[in-house]
């Protein structure tokens, strides 16, 4: 199996710009979750997906961030325009059960510097 | 408001030595995560605690659950320098997973 899979795993960007980070979760899995880590704040959930539908977005930080899941397979995070304060390492995880029930297999991580 | 803390946020210790890690939740749990983070690495799952008075074990890590107290700690056993990490426990709510802050642990030789 080749794990939860992410794409850029660098991206460097300047204020204002757009940034698009990828995500393909594990194969059957029905759960995808975006998370942010940050030395000050630690890991937080932005959103979460079950069988392709948001079901919680409440840590989404403002209207410059965005998240779609299209299909099963594929999910997008969308930043714009980007800001120095987004500058974090940006997880993507997947797991079969919803919510917190079944464990989470996480990404290799996208790191994002906003210069 | 879900809280998970963990105690203590730092632990440096020698080669050898025996050390717990504790994990606080603020509400009833049947499920308590236990995951790995190497430095400038992904998180890595440990373990899954299900029910009350569950232990599970492997290598010299040891992880138990203590649904009454809401506390779960992952016990070190003869510590060895590839054990360094930060380790977090996260509760299992019904709608995501609730991380504490991580314990980072440095292992001297």
């Known amino acids: 199996d080749a794990g939860v899979i992410q794409s850029p795993r660098h991206e460097v960007t300047e204020m204002g710009q757009e940034v698009t980070l990828r995500c393909k979760p594990i194969?059957?899995?029905?759960?995808l979750f975006w998370y942010r880590q940050t030395m000050m704040r630690g890991l937080e959930l932005l959103i979460y997906?079950?069988?392709?539908?948001?079901?919680?977005d409440s840590g989404m930080p403002e209207d410059r961030f965005s998240a779609k899941m299209p299909n099963a397979s594929f999910s997008t995070l969308k930043i714009q325009p980007s800001e120095p304060r987004d500058s974090a390492v940006y997880f993507c995880?997947?797991?079969f059960g919803g919510g917190g029930r079944d464990t989470q297999y996480f990404g290799p991580g996208t790191r994002l510097t906003v210069l | 408001e879900l809280k998970v803390e963990q105690n203590p946020l730092f632990l440096s210790m020698q080669e050898g030595k025996n050390y717990t890690i504790y994990c606080n939740y603020s509400?009833?749990?049947?499920?308590l995560y236990w995951y790995r983070q190497d430095p400038g690495k992904s998180l890595e799952s440990l373990f899954v605690?299900?029910?009350?008075?569950a232990v599970k074990q492997e290598g010299r890590l040891m992880a138990s659950l203590d649904t009454k107290a809401r506390l779960s700690t992952l016990h070190i056993t003869a510590a060895v320098h590839d054990l360094s990490a930060t380790y977090f426990c996260?509760?299992?709510?019904?709608?995501?997973?609730?991380f504490g802050q991580g314990t980072r642990l440095t292992i001297n030789p």
């Open positions: 509400t009833t749990s049947d499920r």
């Open positions: 996260a509760y299992g709510g019904a709608q995501k997973l609730v």
């Open positions: 605690l299900l029910s009350n008075g």
């Open positions: 995880a997947s797991s």
């Open positions: 194969s059957g899995h029905n759960s």
């Open positions: 997906f079950n069988n392709n539908v948001p079901i919680d």
